[in-house]
């Protein structure tokens, strides 16, 4: 692997994908410029464009960075796509055609379950689907591990696809899904970047590898300073509670903030009848999880083995983070001279303890 910190040469290679050995069928050369998105907020784990001098129809692409970096040539897989829609543009001498393409989630997006099919209590929620999205989808899959089971019974809706009911049963363990590099599915648990180990620093130093524009972002508005909770009983009654944030050093309290920013919960997620000692932890804790501010971090930098999920470390002394850890939500790589990634992470502070 090259040192991403130091110079080198970049190039680009396009293969077609074989979908039933999932390997490289044949290379692709009239590719004229193409950029990737990675996105954990999208269906499909992200998506890609491409430009081209003629038509290629629906098939699966898979973009390679090749550096040459003291002599030795290393081939680094930037993503693997569908291509689905296509548009194109004349300028009078030459036809310059577009590919959108997608990761390969998308085919389960093209399919419903069975009217009226369901999971049983006690199914092994990782093993099932791992299975139904292995026969779902031509796309490899690498399984999750954990013995989660089922609790009830597992209903597909009428409007289901494989995605929604796939994504659905893996949001109830905490898990969603997502495609690597090669565009393989792969199972990930929901983390905050608190629980993970950065596998990367950004520095500003002499070899830093960002561009000098960053953005940081939050936004405090609708994080409240008083939480009433509700838990209507059964068969007439409720319990009530009213926790309020009047601590002065906490820049969302009252105190701070001069005025009460109320939020009630009337459906409490609650196991059997709660005492009111117990309404009165939850509702405390509750407005805790609540008091916690989202900061948005916008970067650009050279290419480096980071991909979305993963926790980065951030040194960018200029902008006042020092040591700071942020989990990438988004990357958007073009691919030309240089390589350059824009990029999102996220990271949260808690405002009231």
Known sequence: ?????????????????????????????????????????????????????????ELYIRTYLVTIQDGITDKTVLGTHLCQTTGDSFDGKVKDISL?????????????????????????????????????????????????????SFVAEIEDTWFSYITDLLASIGYKMG?????????????????LMPIFTYEDDDISILQPDFDVSRDLYGI??????IYNMEGGGYLYSKVVNDDPDSPISTVTRGREIVQRVTNPELVGIPTQAQLNDYAKQTLRDLSTLEYTLT????????????????NYRRAGLTNQNAKVI????????????????????????
């Open 1 to 57: 692997m090259p040192d991403w910190t130091k110079s080198m040469q970049q190039t680009y290679e396009y293969f077609e994908v074989d979908p039933a050995t999932w390997s490289n069928r044949r290379k692709i050369d009239n590719i004229t410029s193409s950029s990737i998105t990675r996105d954990v907020e999208a269906d499909t784990g992200g998506s890609a464009s491409f430009n081209v001098s003629s038509d290629l129809g």
């Open 100 to 152: 959108d393409a997608y990761g390969s989630l998308l085919e389960l997006k093209e399919k419903n379950p069975p009217i009226g099919y369901s999971l049983s209590a006690g199914t092994n929620i990782l093993g099932v689907a791992t299975k139904l999205v292995s026969e779902n989808v031509r796309a490899p899959v690498v399984g999750g591990e954990g013995d989660y089971q089922l609790t009830y």
């Open 179 to 195: 495609v690597d590099e090669l565009g393989r599915v792969i199972f990930v648990p929901d983390q905050d970047a608190n629980s």
């Open 224 to 229: 409240p300073n008083v939480l009433e909770v």
């Open 299 to 314: 970067y650009t930098h050279g290419y480096c083995p980071v991909r979305v999920g993963d926790c980065v470390r951030i």
């Open 330 to 353: 988004r990357q958007n790589i073009k691919c030309e001279t240089g390589c350059q990634v824009e990029e999102t992470a996220v990271y949260t502070r808690s405002l009231w303890r």
